[in-house]
C-alpha cells in the first residue's frame, strides 16, 4: 500500500511537470512575485484547512527565511483565528479573506487564493476583491480549477482528483516560487 500512494503521488508530480505550460506558469508567478518586491509592494496570501497551513507556510518562508540569510520580504497570511471567527461571527464565512484584503491590500500587492477545488466562495470573493483594488492576483488551485479557473492574472491548476496529492504539488509550487524570488533578488555571487 505505501509503494502504491508513494507511486501515485509520484505520477501526479511527472504528469504536472511534463506540461513546459505549466513550468512556464511557475516562472511567470516567480517573477511577478520577485516585481511585486522589487517595486516595495507585498503579499497577502490565504485558503482554508490545509490550504490555510500551506498559506502561513509560504508566508513564513517569505517573511523569515529560506535557504539563506537575506532580507525579510512583506507577506502576510490572512490565518489569525481571531481575525477569522470575529467576521465569520459578523459578516459570514464568505467575507473572511475578502474583508482582510480590504484591511492590508493596497494597488500593486500581489493577492494569492488556494482552493483545491476552485470553488471556495471566500477565497473567490478576496480575489475578486483585490482585483478592484488593482492588486495582482494569482490562483493555486487544483482539479480542473472550479468556478476560479481563468479567473485570476496567475494560476496553477493541479489536475489530481484528491485533496491531498493537490496539497502536495501547492506546497512543492510554493517552494520553488519562494526558492526562484530569492535567487531572483539576492543572488549568491561565487
Known sequence: MIKSLLQTAAETLHSFMEKDANLDAIARAAEALAEIFRNGNKVIIFGNGGSMCDAMHFAEELSGRFRNDRPALPAIALSDPGYLTCVANDY??????????????????????????????????ALQTAQTLGCKTMALLGKDGGKLKDKSDLELIIPALTTDRIQEMHIKILHIMVEMVESKLFPINS
Open 92 to 125: 459570514g464565512f464568505d467575507e473572511v479573506f475578502a474583508r482582510g484584503v480590504r484591511a492590508f491590500a493596497k494597488p500593486g500587492d500581489m493577492v494569492i487564493g488556494i482552493s483545491t477545488s476552485g470553488n471556495s466562495a471566500n477565497v473567490i470573493k
